[in-house]
């Protein structure tokens, strides 16, 4: 199976960050192809994962938004490009980008206070 996720943060300093990046670490663990589009990530990735996709991303509020509009285009290159089973959206790429579900299923994770 080939998994892509799409999130703004990879990381450990919060908590979809946190979230994403134990989700992609367990995962890549159980699957042999999994890629990664993200803006933020850390040194240390996952070993298993097939590739990650390190995007431009900018520190201006609200960073997540930037991101995807900065990104449009090269994140739907990506998907099609990788051809995955299955999207899983972290951080709300779909609300931008509603037309990469018409390429494969998606799952989208709703993070909400």
Known sequence: MRLLYITFDLGLGGGVGTFSYE????VSRRLT???????????????NMSKMFKLK????????VVFYLVNLREITNIVREVKPDVIHDLSASTAFLPWITRYTPTVVTVHGS
């Open 23 to 26: 989700l992609v670490e367990e």
């Open 33 to 47: 192809e999994v890629y990664v589009i993200a803006g933020r990530a850390p040194v240390n990735l996952p070993l």
């Open 57 to 64: 991303s900018f520190n201006i509020p609200p960073k997540d």
